[in-house]
């Protein structure tokens, strides 16, 4: 008897093994959140990452102003569709504006015309065949969600008041969220925390802070990318060498877009934002996270869209949620996957 339940337990176990990983078995349903531009812009490479990964099941783009206009972003992730062969990936247009910040004076001149009404540009090769989806990346958001409730991720790259209008507008929609995945803020209480668009802000959450501290106070579990992790990432030359090695239509437009930027200065190197955030979906184990409570101040003044986080609730940030924040990262090994899957056939 005891020996065939030892057999028994044995043969479970030899099955166990031999099956695949759960993550090779069902790839993680994720919705790509994005202020799209064309590559070397980070969600243009972040978004072929995500596609060419099969831990990962994109199931629709949703657009966002940020980096650019909205229109752009529809415009490019279009057409950037189209140059990986996945036009089966519906695209749905989001928030043309941030739900309160307004274009100013200091704002316009800086980086990103998320308040641009301007005709997007051509993108490489001419704007896409492919049209965008009827509805609004909202409606899909909710619709998606209430489908596969707890099982659908939004990888956030962009702004994020296409998710903090969806959780507005649809009752319940937190708790059928299984994660939302963040590049954004900067936390001073960590290494490196500065910010990039003020001394402390970082630009994502900067564009809409009221829609950054509606989602952290959400409810939903959050990962966040915060700037104290991209910059242990550095691009540079040696790693586009490797990816235009190989040729594919990905890759053409990679030499295309960054070819001249390499031949005038062979030593820039950039920053990896929203690569990052996906590339830390694909592999929890490629960055370090500690837990934090993360708030967001939306009050005008020098500290608007501020992300600020601390081990405990503090005076001022009753209702702030904990999260999941990055801090480290092993880049080689970050960097060989997201080369290996950006060069794939
Ligand atoms: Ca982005």
């Known amino acids: 008897m005891q020996k065939r339940v030892f057999a028994a337990a044995l043969a479970a176990a030899v099955t166990l093994s031999l099956s695949p990983p759960a993550s090779a078995q069902t790839p993680q349903k994720i919705i790509f959140d994005t202020d799209f531009v064309v590559p070397p812009q980070d969600d243009g490479t972040a978004l072929i990452l995500a596609l060419k990964s099969p831990e990962l099941q994109v199931l629709g783009v ?10 752009r972003a529809t ?17 749905y247009r989001g928030a043309n504006m941030p739900l309160r910040h307004e274009k ?20 490489p ?46 009752p ?24 990039n668009m003020t001394p402390n802000a970082e630009f994502n959450i900067w564009v809409d802070p009221e829609a950054a501290r509606t989602v952290f106070r959400s409810g939903v579990p959050i990962s966040l990318t ?4 991209t910059r242990k990432t550095k691009f540079s030359k040696e790693w586009y060498d490797k990816i235009v090695a190989v040729d594919t239509p990905v890759t053409a437009l990679l030499k295309e877009r960054m070819g001249p930027g390499f031949a005038r200065d062979p030593n820039r190197a950039g920053q990896m934002y929203d690569q990052l955030t996906i590339g830390a979906l694909i592999d929890p184990t490629l960055v370090k996270t500690v837990e934090l409570f993360v708030d967001v101040d939306d ?19 009753e209702g702030a949620k904990q ?9 080689d090994r970050f960097i060989r996957l997201f080369v290996d899957r950006i060069t794939r056939k």
């Open 62 to 71: 949703t657009t966002v102003a940020g980096n650019d206009s909205m229109e």
């Open 75 to 91: 415009s490019d992730a279009l057409r950037v569709l189209e140059i990986v062969g996945r036009t089966d990936v519906p695209v």
């Open 104 to 123: 100013s004076e200091w704002s316009a001149p800086l980086h990103g015309k998320w308040w641009s009404d301007d005709p997007p540009p051509a993108p």
């Open 125 to 170: 090769g001419g704007f896409a065949t492919k049209q965008a989806e009827a509805g609004s990346a909202m409606d899909f958001i909710i619709r998606t969600i209430n489908a596969n409730p707890g099982q659908v991720t939004i990888a956030a790259i962009g702004p994020l008041t296409n998710i903090a209008m969806a959780l507005r507008y649809e």
């Open 172 to 195: 319940g929609l937190a708790a059928r969220i299984k994660r939302i995945a963040i590049m954004g803020g900067a936390v001073a209480s960590l290494a490196d925390g500065a910010g």
């Open 226 to 229: 915060p700037l104290n992790v």
């Open 299 to 317: 009050h005008p003044g020098p500290s608007y869209g501020v992300t600020v986080g601390g081990q405990k609730i503090w005076e001022g940030a």
């Open 323 to 331: 999260m999941s924040v990055q801090y480290d990262v092993d880049f």
